[in-house]
């Protein structure tokens, strides 16, 4: 089984806080990618990476920024944290074939106060 | 840039009752994937089903069944014989087939419907 795990579950931070979330995927996908998911608005994209030390601006990636520099580990980094960055943020990850299918890690919930 | 849509935020539906879930999209590309993704509340999302836009056969996997109608850019989910474990988030959700790389199998959201299952 595919298994994608995030260092979190819940995270609470204050405001202009550095603040890493990470993610491990234990099946050597070439495409890692975060997400943040917020009522109403489904889940956006923030960064993509295709490969190691890759990536890819999502819809949304202002204030943030994201590292690859292992294949199995993607994070993300919220240089100074902001209070509308309050959020579930989800890390995916996929093998480059015809389906490109998404794996899903179980979420970080971040408060920033 | 293609948009997906699902205008129920909420659904319920009854054990052993039948429930379908809404899905439109928006895009002007010819060759594309559909995907039905759960979120159960336990937060781990996992892929339902999937539908490839050249296909015209409705792709089913045991009580999941969708109705995929390319004209109408619409993408519904039927859930047959409901559980109680099919209570969850679902999500609608678009990749571009992408020619070569460029895609990277990036996915398009619709905003979700939450699925309640009454005993």
């Known amino acids: 089984d595919v298994k994608v795990t995030q260092s979190s579950r819940y995270l609470v931070k204050r405001t202009g806080e550095k603040v890493f979330l990470e993610c491990v995927q234990d099946m050597d996908h070439e495409n890692m990618f975060w997400y943040r998911q917020d009522p109403g608005l489904g889940l956006r994209l923030i960064y993509f990476?295709?490969?190691?030390?890759?990536?890819e601006k999502g819809d949304i990636p202002e204030g943030y920024s994201v590292s690859r520099e292992k294949k199995e580990r993607f994070s993300l980094i919220l240089e100074s944290a902001s209070t509308n960055q309050t959020s579930m943020y989800l890390c995916a990850s996929s093998f480059p074939d015809r389906y490109n299918e998404q794996f899903f890690g179980p979420g970080t919930r971040l408060t920033v106060l | 840039a293609q948009t997906v849509t699902q205008s129920q935020p909420e659904m319920s539906v009854q054990e052993a009752e039948t429930v379908t879930l809404s899905c439109t999209y928006d895009t002007s590309e010819s060759d594309y994937y559909l995907f039905w993704y759960k979120q159960p509340p336990s937060r781990q999302m996992i892929l339902v089903i999937r539908?490839?836009?050249?296909?015209?056969q409705n792709a089913t996997e045991n009580r999941f069944s969708v109705n995929f109608q390319k004209a109408a850019k619409s993408f519904s989910l039927k859930i047959s014989d409901s559980q109680l474990g099919d209570a969850a988030m679902y999500f609608c959700?678009?990749?571009?087939?992408?020619?070569?790389?460029?895609?990277?199998?990036?996915?398009?959201f619709g905003q979700g419907t939450i699925l309640t299952v009454h005993p």
């Open positions: 959700a678009y990749r571009s087939a992408g020619a070569g790389g460029t895609s990277y199998g990036k996915l398009t």
């Open positions: 990476s295709y490969d190691v030390k890759m990536k």
């Open positions: 539908q490839e836009a050249y296909k015209q």
